[in-house]
Each structure stands twice: as structure tokens, then as C-alpha cells.
């Protein structure tokens, strides 16, 4: 839930809320795409203009669930997976690209800055120095080696290698717990 300055348009308040009945795994996933929600628009909402063939392909990547024989990608026959598919329309669409793209930031850097560079290098110059949370969280700049890019992706997509590096399950300030399914699919 957002609630905006209604002269400025703001964000003056965000209260993430998940649904306490999904799996870890889901769990988690969603608790980080909803940070990244919160990280984008405390940047300022990251512009996403020249990003988009990087921004559907990671989106694609993370969220189809034809998964390839290993577990690490989309397949490459299967039907690219868009926000569009899970009911989101007009200046959503962006958002959850963005969202999606920083939470594969936060949980993989080098990931992020192999398979979508200028992705990367957008999300660093509007939130890096950002002085709302700068002190809370950077995005580096410097790759470092990574081995397995693919066994990176598949933590980042949720596969059971996922399970080797889970991302903590535990709610920031302000996350609220809910017994119930949420309307709009948690985002």
C-alpha cells in the first residue's frame, strides 16, 4: 500500500504487505520484488526509456515458468512471460520491469550487471545517490568474477538450486503480515 503527498504525488508512506500463507521460496521472492518496488520509488521511479529489450528479457528470464532442462533460464521455445500476464497494464508495466530488476540486483549483482548492463548502470545512477537510503543499501559497479553466471540465474529464478542461497524470509520495518490472498497479486 502506497500513500502519496496529494499535491506532490509522493510517496510520503509504503506498507508492504504478503501474504504469511506462501512458500519460503515465494515467500521470499515476493518480499524482495516489493523492495524493489519501495527502492524505486524512493529513488525517484527509475526511468526505464532504452532499457526495454533488457528489461524484457530479465523479466522474462526470471519470471517464465517454462524452465530449461537446468533450471536456469526460460526455455528458448517457450512463450516470452511478460507483467502483461499477470494482469498489469499502462504505467504498471514499467514498474514491475524496474522492480523486478532491482531485486535481481539485490540478490545477484553480477548477474544483473552480465545479462543487463545499462539496466544495471540506470539503477546506480538514480539510487545510488539518493540520500533517503544510500547509507542503507549501494549497487556496485565493479563485476566481480563470477562462476556459474547460470546457477546465479537460477537462485534469482526460483528453481530448487535456489535453495543452496535462499534470501532471508525476515520482514523489514513496516512489512506487515496478512492472513489472506492479496487482490493484486502482491504488488
Same mark, same amino acid.
Given at each position: 500500500?502506497?500513500?502519496r503527498?496529494?499535491r506532490?504525488?509522493?510517496?510520503?508512506d509504503?506498507?508492504? =504487505?504478503?501474504?504469511? +500463507?506462501l512458500d519460503?521460496?515465494?515467500? $521470499?521472492?515476493v518480499?524482495?520484488h516489493?523492495i524493489?518496488h519501495a527502492v524505486?520509488?524512493?529513488?525517484? /521511479?527509475i526511468?526505464?526509456? *532504452?532499457?526495454?529489450?533488457?528489461l524484457?528479457g !530479465?523479466y522474462?528470464s526470471l $519470471?517464465?515458468?517454462?524452465r530449461?532442462?537446468?533450471g536456469t533460464?526460460?526455455? %528458448?521455445?517457450?512463450? #516470452?512471460f511478460?507483467?502483461?500476464?499477470d494482469?498489469y497494464r499502462g504505467?504498471?508495466?514499467?514498474?514491475?520491469?524496474?522492480?523486478?530488476a532491482i531485486r535481481?540486483?539485490? %540478490?545477484d549483482?553480477?548477474?544483473?550487471k552480465?545479462v543487463a548492463?545499462k539496466?544495471?548502470?540506470?539503477?546506480?545512477?538514480y539510487? +545510488? #545517490?539518493?540520500?533517503?537510503?544510500?547509507r /542503507?543499501?549501494?549497487?556496485?559497479?565493479?563485476a566481480?568474477p %563470477?562462476?556459474? !553466471?547460470?546457477?546465479? *540465474?537460477a537462485? =534469482?529464478a526460483g $528453481?530448487?538450486d535456489?535453495?543452496?542461497? #535462499?534470501?532471508?524470509?525476515?520482514?523489514?520495518? *513496516?512489512?506487515v503480515?496478512?492472513?489472506?490472498?492479496? /487482490?493484486?497479486a502482491g504488488s
Amino acid at each position: 500500500m502506497v500513500t502519496r503527498d496529494r499535491r506532490s504525488g509522493k510517496v510520503v508512506d509504503r506498507a508492504i =504487505l504478503i501474504d504469511k +500463507n506462501l512458500d519460503p521460496d515465494r515467500y $521470499s521472492r515476493v518480499l524482495a520484488h516489493e523492495i524493489g518496488h519501495a527502492v524505486d520509488e524512493l529513488a525517484g /521511479t527509475i526511468p526505464t526509456a *532504452g532499457l526495454s529489450d533488457e528489461l524484457r528479457g !530479465l523479466y522474462n528470464s526470471l $519470471s517464465n515458468g517454462h524452465r530449461n532442462a537446468a533450471g536456469t533460464d526460460a526455455r %528458448a521455445n517457450a512463450r #516470452p512471460f511478460l507483467p502483461q500476464h499477470d494482469g498489469y497494464r499502462g504505467d504498471d508495466i514499467p514498474r514491475e520491469y524496474m522492480a523486478e530488476a532491482i531485486r535481481a540486483y539485490m %540478490a545477484d549483482p553480477n548477474y544483473l550487471k552480465t545479462v543487463a548492463p545499462k539496466t544495471a548502470a540506470r539503477i546506480r545512477e538514480y539510487a +545510488n #545517490p539518493n540520500p533517503k537510503f544510500n547509507r /542503507t543499501i549501494q549497487f556496485n559497479a565493479i563485476a566481480a568474477p %563470477a562462476a556459474g !553466471l547460470a546457477a546465479s *540465474g537460477a537462485v =534469482l529464478a526460483g $528453481s530448487d538450486d535456489a535453495k543452496a542461497a #535462499p534470501m532471508a524470509p525476515e520482514l523489514p520495518p *513496516g512489512a506487515v503480515l496478512i492472513d489472506g490472498p492479496l /487482490t493484486d497479486a502482491g504488488s
